[in-house]
């Protein structure tokens, strides 16, 4: 029986790193499960009003674990979320998120440099059809 729960990535959707970590996750994602949506996009706002999150913070990363379930509970920001994010991929990128072990507060220090060079690093992302076009149905939005 497939897995009724739908986890979300909320992500940058104009970030040229937040878009290749994205296309990693769809191509490593052992289960197809996580699917995704950009803050900047209907269903993003709409979360991020809902949870009174800032609507206009784009340098973080929102994980919900299930979609289907958002208005009952958790959501995970920045390093927590990508770490579930890894956890849910399954093969080896779930061993990655054993760095839970390490202080978030550490976590999202360094988590906060990134975000803040990311676009002089990385750029704006331009937009290039998926490897795999069945993974658009893996979009909420885009």
């Not at 191509?27 to 979360?47: N, V």
């Not at 800032?54 to 958790?74: A, H, M, S, Y």
């Not at 978030?104 to 750029?123: C, Q």
């Not at 290039?128 to 149905?137: F, R, S, T, Y």
Request: aromatic share 10%.
């Amino acid at each position: 029986m497939p897995d009724p729960r739908v986890p979300v990535l909320l992500y940058d959707g104009e970030c040229g790193l937040c878009n290749g970590v994205v296309r990693f996750i769809l191509r490593h994602d052992q289960k197809g499960l996580i699917h995704f949506a950009p803050l900047q996009s209907d269903p993003g706002q709409e979360f991020l009003r809902s949870k009174g999150l800032p609507e206009d913070n784009f340098d973080t990363l929102v994980f919900i674990p299930d979609w289907n379930r958002r208005q009952d509970g958790g959501y995970l920001l920045r390093t927590s979320g990508v770490l579930e994010a890894l956890a849910q991929m399954g093969g080896p990128w779930a061993s990655l998120s054993g760095l839970r072990v390490v202080p978030r507060i550490l976590r999202d220090a360094v988590y906060s440099l990134v975000s803040k060079t990311r676009y002089a690093v990385f750029g704006e992302y331009v937009p290039v059809p998926l490897e795999n076009p069945a993974w658009e149905k893996r979009f909420l939005a885009r």
